[in-house]
């Protein structure tokens, strides 16, 4: 008797039946996208799909090499397909908070570049509002980052957390850069004018909200099963 998939697994699964030979694809970052890649390498094994991925992260780069997924960039491919991410929360309007793996600044720019973007979560990712199982992620740069903080604590009306390692460092990013961890009391009432808020802040390179970028969710369930949703 097969055994029952988790539902990351379910998720990463469904989501890889997308996938056309031909194309262009953004592959996002995270434990459930781990579970797509190794489904997509299955199918470019068993279907011979000719596909290039452009990877949000080292990480998820690193991975689909050793997988036999074809990587590229934006560079060359400044134009996607698909992309296939996961997410930390998502509200019943399609609008996410990402950027728990620390990788939201380069899943922004490529979830922008694609024609579709599919979201794979597991149970319990799914909210009423944002910002109340999961802190807000927001990228800011090194420099002057304890003023930065300062800045988004007042614009936002939060809490923010210099993320770090376990040994006590500050995380850095592919990109340099340091994540600030914001908990906001009562969730986040408007997603909208808090992303036009802190975006404007000296300092923040991104904000972990993804707003009119997710058309498709795959939330893996207990029981094997997968519930699709589309916006």
């Known amino acids: 008797m097969a055994e029952t998939p988790s539902p990351k697994q379910a ?5 890889a039946k997308l996938v056309e030979t031909g194309m262009k694809i953004g592959l996002g970052t995270g434990t459930t996208v781990a579970f797509f890649l190794e489904a997509l390498a299955e199918r470019i094994g068993q279907e011979k799909l000719e596909v290039i991925g452009v990877a949000t992260s080292v990480q998820t780069a690193e991975l689909a090499r050793e997988l036999g997924i074809p990587i590229s960039d934006l560079e060359h491919y400044p134009a996607l397909d698909l992309v296939i991410d ?9 609008r996410l908070i990402k950027g728990g793996g620390g990788a939201l ?8 570049a694609s024609a579709k973007v599919a979201i794979i979560i597991g149970s319990g990712k799914r909210v009423d509002r944002l910002g ?3 802190l807000l992620p927001v ?3 090194p420099f002057g980052h304890a003023t930065t903080r300062d800045c988004v604590a007042k614009a936002g009306g939060c ?9 006590g460092e500050p ?5 340099g850069n340091y994540i600030l961890d914001c908990r906001f009391k009562n969730g986040i009432a408007d997603p909208e004018k808090l992303h036009a808020d802190l975006s404007q802040i000296p300092g ?11 058309d498709i969710v795959f939330e893996g369930q207990d029981d094997g099963s997968v519930v699709t949703l589309n916006r």
């Open 132 to 134: 109340t199982t999961f």
């Open 204 to 214: 923040v390179a991104e904000v972990g909200l993804f707003l009119n970028l997710c």
């Open 159 to 167: 809490t923010p957390y210099v993320r770090t390692t376990e040994e």
């Open 139 to 141: 990228e800011v740069i």
């Open 105 to 112: 600044l380069r899943e922004k720019i490529v979830a922008a």
């Open 171 to 175: 995380f850095v990013t592919d990109n």
């Open 86 to 94: 996961g997410a930390d929360e998502v509200d019943p309007q399609f």
């Open 11 to 15: 998720a990463g699964y469904a989501a």
